[in-house]
């Protein structure tokens, strides 16, 4: 006759096997979280940003002035060139890197809300300004060359 009501113990090697498999998930946890700063961006890099301006309104040495005035706030310009077309009409942050919190800081700095987002495998740059004829309204005290 089988005995009733009575639980077979578990055997010591399902519980170290357990206890092991508990402390190695763990382990792969912290290790995933300790590596997610590295391969992904950061939250804010507002003012060590690289970034590419771009005229696209056609003013002669907008670009020069846009990129004097990034500088003075911190900024790391790479480059300052034309724009595919002259007629933006509003001045566009793009972010390359997936920083959305740098890109949208430098739309404030420049009064635009026009920040959008073109994320590139390798970017050469963190940022890309393209200067519109709303240029005025951040450019109106930098003095051109």
Sequence with gaps: MARRGRKKKPERASVAYTVSTIILLAGIAFLAVGLHGLHWPGTSREGTSTVLVLNGCGVEGVGRRAARFLRER???????????????????????????????ALGLELGTSSVIQQIQETPLEDLVIVIGDDYERFLQDVEGD
Aim: cysteine-free; glycine content about 6%; charged content about 35%.
């Design 74 to 104: 911190g900024y790391d310009v790479v480059d300052f060139r034309n724009a595919d077309r002259f007629s933006y009409d509003r001045t566009i942050v793009v972010d390359r890197t997936g920083d959305m919190e740098s890109a949208a």
